[in-house]
Each structure stands twice: as C-alpha cells, then as structure tokens.
C-alpha cells in the first residue's frame, strides 16, 4: 500500500481560476484561502442551479471499531444548525428544489440540491451554515435520534431478500485492516458505542474546507459564483491536513467460497475478483470486459445461460470502480430446478472462453457506443446524482482534475481487444469469492462572518419564468397525430408512439395480456430474435421501450440524433413486424 500525504491547503489561491472550455462539460476551476475547491459550469438552459458539494470523506477513513460514522454523519448534517433551528430540507421545499439528497460511500459523502437561481443565496448560506457552525447545535438527543434512524435503516437493508450479500462480499474479498472490508452502514455495536465526543471529532477532522469540493452548474457566471462563494464560506476554516492511503488493492492469490442461506425464493450465485483502483487503464479496460460477459442482452452471459441454456433468471456482470481498488461481480439468480453448480459451470466456460480469446470487434465496438451514448445521456441534466455537477465533483475529489472522465472516454475510444482480454487476464485469473445465496426453509415454530446570520435564512421572493418547448402538431395520411418538443441541449431524439390500449383491455381476456403483448415486440421482428435487434439497438447507440399503462400502451426508442433514421426503422420494425412465435411466447411465458 502507498500513504499520500494530503496538506489542508493547495498551492492554488483564490484569485487564481482554471478554464476549461475545450472539454465536454466546460468549467472554470478556483480555491478560496481556506482551501475550499470551487468548480463552475454555465449551462443557461434552465433557470436553475445545481448545488453540488462533496467532502473526500467516506466509510474507508473509519477504523475498526469505529464503523458507521461517515453514514451517521450525513445524517446529522440535516439536523438544525447553530443559526437554522429546522430541518435543512425546510427552506429548499418553501422554493420547488429538486434533486436534494445526500449520500454516502466507501471514499465520498456528498450533498445535492437545485434549485431556481434566484434562490442560489439560500442554498449557499444553507450549505455553508452546516459546514461553519454546525457542532454548537449537535446535542445527545439529536445524535440518539439519527443513530436509531440509521440503525432501522440497517434493519430494512438487511431483511430485504440478499440484503446481506454486499457485506459478505466485502468482508471476504479483502484483508483485515483493509478499510473496504466492511459496509458503509456500519455495525450495529459500532452505532451503539459512538459518543457525541467521537462525532464532533469526525468533524472537526473531515468536514474543513480544504476537504471539500463545491460545484455549482446551471444558470450562473463565474464572477458572480466567486463573489457569493467567498461571501458565505470565506471564513470557514480549513481543517487539519491529511493523510490517506492512495492504493491498496489486496490482490488475492486463491479463490475462496461461502454459502449464505436467506429468506429467498430462488437461489443466487455471486462471484467477486479485485483488481485496479479508478483512474488505471486497466479500470478502463475491465469496465468494458464487464459490458461484453454481463452488460445486457448482447452480453456472453445472458446470451448463453438466460436464453440459449436457460438456467437462469436473470445474470449480469459489473464493476465497482473505488478509489483504493475495485470490485468485478458476475451474479445470477438460477432458475427453479436448476443445480447452482450447472450454472456456476457455464459462468466459469464463458469466462475461460473470454480470457482465451477476448471480445470480438464488433461486441468490444458495441461496448464502446454503449458506455459513449450513457455519458452524452447524463449531460441532459445539471445537477442530481448523475448530472454535470456530479461528473465534475467526483472527478476533482478523486483526481484533482474536473476533466478526468475525458482521459477514460479516450482510453475507451483507443482500447483494442488485446488491450481488453490482457487487463482481464491480469485480474480474473488471480482467484476469486464464490457466494452461493440459498433459499432458507419454510419452516415454522409453535405458539410460544460576513454574513449577518441573526437576519435568518436569506427570503427568495421571486422566481424565474420557466421557458418550456413550443409543442409543433402534424397529422400523418394515415391519421397518426404527431407532437414535436423540440430541444437542442444535447443530440439525443426521443421517438414515443402511444396507443390507446392498456391492461383495462385485459376485461374478458387473461390478466396481463396487455403488458405481455407489448413486451414480446422486441421479441423477435422480421426474422430477428431478441439477441439480434438488441444488438442491432446497441450498436446504434439506441434504446428501445415497451410498456402498459391502465389505458393506454407506449413503444419507443431513444435515439443519437446522427442515428436516428436507422433507429427509426428498427422502432418501426417491432411495431410493424413482429414475429410473435410459439416458442418465444412460451420462453417469455
């Protein structure tokens, strides 16, 4: 393992912006004195604001023993403050915010909010008040009150069916001492022995500015972010330096097994390798050998156990990608009647049969489109877990450099099929954990500062005019009607074809006929089965939907402007054309 020294300060000042309008998310990059990274993305779109702030903080800097507290934490940081006697949710509601949350993980906390631009004062003062002044107002009663919400919501994770799987993967896929090796979550005896005096010490140690990143994406310039930030964080301090661990990726040398029985109604078999932390080619390359043996239809793996052998429900293969190592998974759930160890036989064939051989060109394209048309997909949105400002807060927290995400996409947009089959090589050879999930008997049992805070929440008293597409309207010769919204935010077309038939039409006909009906159109269309127009979907950058309402029925398809004729004509093709064979009805049945 590595220990990198982190310094509370950066040599970058205030004064002092980065641009970078060349990249694909364009942004602007500072640092206040204290430390605090700001980042700024103008996208005018809308008038609203992401506000995005992440603390390199996650449950890896725990200890044993100690587990939880990064969880419980987040929590806390929406309890009152020492100027705010409410719930933090109380003013951002009063304004129509949306996308507000916070989360937790293994390397990160974040927090998340939009709101209308004219509401950014109250959101910065928000953020800022429970980063400055937060610990005054933290009493017993409010951390027994959120380490009971946090202990019921351990209880409701793990009575869900495979609820204790992550936590047995974790624990036996790395070393005592490795800090990946227990949930984010914690243990109940930890929660319980967290002290008021061990929780203020979290923050005092991790929630400083120097520890924190702030995006903020939408309607904003950069002059006016930099004076507002400065305004209300300015004189928060930055919190001691750090150190981490930068690597530590516990390779293993043999493979292990366990088996795990759980209230279930089929079994489920789980296999879990290490290998390369984020920002690594090979994290690159194992992403893509993830979308070839478990990504979808296309995949290796549902191809052969789900529709030609039918022996599973259900498969899939993907990586978690974390700052110190990541994870490789393949599950499936083993259909009724079927040995966990015929499946696990096929599953072992296919990997064996990649790492020989490596993907085909055309499935090591089609995983290139796929991961390509996901990332333009995501800059629909400003803010929320998944949009700009969470692209450019994970990519600075990790890396340093808001851009990161454009070195994969190149290294995506350069990888060969040796390059693919090496990295898998190097890590699925090197042992893995086999967990068998069992369905557990029916059994039964007998009876028996520059802020004046004392003014209060800053008051948003008007709000911005929201500017919605003008709907066009056509009509087709042969009666269709047709709605046009048109958008240029981003070359993506979303074609919808609506029906007016939905399960109500089921009266005098079986139950589900309906929703059945529509789910065998891409099932099989003019000759092609469902592998075959999934690939056709895939290597077009396309998705394709079907579904039933009460009354009414949709099929559409989401396609890349560049590719929209070729979509269209696969979307009219399983509306048109479909096959609707005896054996597929059966298969689906």
């Not at 750090?242 to 088996?259: D, G, I, Y």
């Not at 009876?447 to 066009?472: C, H, I, K, N, Y």
Request: proline share 4%; hydrophobic share 40%.
């Amino acid at each position: 393992m590595r220990l990198k020294l982190i310094a509370g300060l950066s040599a970058l000042l205030f004064g002092a912006a980065a641009p970078a309008a060349d990249s694909l998310i364009p942004y602007e990059k500072f640092q206040l004195d204290n430390g605090l990274t700001v980042i700024v993305h103008q996208d005018t779109k809308a008038p609203v604001i992401a506000v995005s702030m992440w603390y390199h903080v996650g449950s890896k800097d725990e200890k044993p023993g100690h587990t939880g507290f990064a969880h419980l934490f987040e929590h806390l940081m929406f309890q009152k403050t020492e100027n705010h006697d409410g719930e933090y949710f109380e003013p951002f509601e009063k304004v129509g915010a949306t996308d507000m949350n916070g989360t937790t993980w293994l390397d990160r906390t974040n927090y998340f909010q939009t709101v209308p631009k004219t509401a950014l004062d109250m959101a910065l003062w928000m953020e800022s008040d429970r980063m400055g002044h937060l610990l005054g107002a933290i009493d017993q009663a409010a951390l027994d009150e959120q380490r009971g919400v946090v202990k019921n919501e351990k209880r409701q994770g793990e009575n869900q069916p495979y609820g204790r799987v992550m936590e047995a993967l974790q624990k036996a896929s790395f070393p005592e001492g490795h800090p990946y090796r227990w949930e984010t979550i914690g243990s109940m005896e930890d929660l319980s022995a967290a002290s008021l005096d061990d929780v203020k010490a979290w923050f005092n140690t991790y929630y400083g500015a120097a520890n924190a990143t702030l995006v903020l994406a939408g309607d904003i310039d950069v002059a006016t972010a930099r004076a507002k930030v400065q305004q209300y964080f300015g004189d928060i301090p930055a919190g001691p330096p750090l150190t981490r661990l930068e690597s530590w990726v516990a390779a293993r040398t043999s493979s292990t097994r366990e088996v795990m029985y759980d209230r279930v109604a089929q079994a489920r078999l789980n296999k879990v390798w290490n290998y390369a932390e984020r920002g690594t080619p090979d994290a690159d390359y194992m992403e893509m050998a993830a979308r070839i043996l478990g990504g979808g239809k296309t995949s290796r793996l549902y191809e052969r156990l789900v529709y030609r052998d039918q022996i599973a429900d259900r498969t899939g293969a993907y990586p978690q990608v974390l700052e110190l190592a990541s994870m490789f998974f393949i599950e499936a759930d083993v259909k009724a009647g079927v040995a966990i160890a015929t499946v696990e036989q096929a599953i072992n064939e296919e990997v064996a049969r990649f790492l020989a051989d490596g993907p085909t060109a055309e499935e090591l394209q089609r995983a290139k489109i796929e991961i390509k048309s996901e990332v333009v997909r995501g800059l629909e949105k400003v803010g929320g877990f998944s949009g700009k400002a969470g692209v450019l807060a994970e990519c600075q927290v990790y890396d340093g450099d808001p851009a990161c995400y454009q070195q994969s996409l190149d290294r995506l947009d350069a990888a060969t099929v040796a390059q693919v089959r090496d990295a898998a090589r190097r890590w699925l050879t090197q042992g893995d954990h086999t967990l068998e999930v069992r369905p557990f008997g029916n059994y039964k049992v007998a009876d028996a500062g520059a802020v004046d805070r004392s003014q209060g929440v800053p008051t948003v008293a008007d709000f911005p005019e929201v500017d919605f597409p003008v709907l066009q309207r056509a009509r087709l010769k042969n009666g269709i009607e047709v709605v046009l919204a048109a958008r240029s935010s981003i070359p993506i077309i979303n074609v919808e074809l609506l029906f007016g038939a939905g399960s109500s039409g089921d009266r005098g006909r079986p139950l589900g006929t309906a929703a059945f009906t529509y789910g065998m159109l891409d099932e099989g269309a003019e000759g092609k089965n469902p592998l075959q127009i999934a690939a056709a979907a895939d290597s077009l950058g396309a998705q394709l939907y079907t579904g039933a309402g009460r009354d009414d029925g949709a099929v559409g398809v989401s396609a890349l402007s560049e590719q929209l004729d070729p979509s269209l004509a696969l979307l009219a093709s399983i509306v048109r054309k479909a096959d609707f064979k005896p054996e597929d009805i059966e298969r689906m049945r």
